[in-house]
């Protein structure tokens, strides 16, 4: 089994910034691919973004050149940098694991996911 851990989610007004964290612990030679979604109240869960084991992101068109996503393997964590945010951003952050990255951007799809953590952007 394979259990994540996000942190850093919080209350950050229009235009600031806010980096999220996500620790993996467990089974993690099964994670070798990293992503972050998002649901909004009343809609679908949303990709954000992905990273695989070699670096290569993936990233939905709405956070292009806002967010970064990055990892760091010998800690286990991936990490969402998010700025210039608005209002729209509000969510709750989940963090996703799975084997392969062409699930978490391809299929929005993931083995594993962590239990969110509240974003929320202040107009």
């Known amino acids: 089994q394979v259990k994540l851990v996000e942190s850093g989610g919080k209350l950050v007004q229009t235009g600031g910034s806010l980096r999220l964290s996500c620790a993996a612990s467990?089974?993690?030679?099964?994670?070798?691919?990293r992503g972050w979604f998002r649901q909004a109240p009343g809609k679908e869960r949303d990709f954000v973004a992905a990273i695989s084991w070699g670096g290569s992101t993936y990233y939905a068109d709405s956070v292009k050149g806002r967010f970064t996503i990055s990892r760091d393997n010998a800690k286990n964590t991936v990490y969402l940098q998010m700025n210039s945010l608005k209002p729209e951003d509000t969510a709750v952050y989940y963090c996703?694991?799975?084997?392969?990255?062409?699930?978490?951007?391809?299929?929005?799809?993931?083995?594993?996911w962590g239990q969110g953590t509240q974003v929320t952007v202040s107009s």
């Open positions: 996703a694991a799975d084997p392969a990255v062409r699930n978490l951007y391809g299929n929005r799809s993931a083995n594993y």
């Open positions: 467990g089974r993690t030679f099964s994670t070798n691919a």
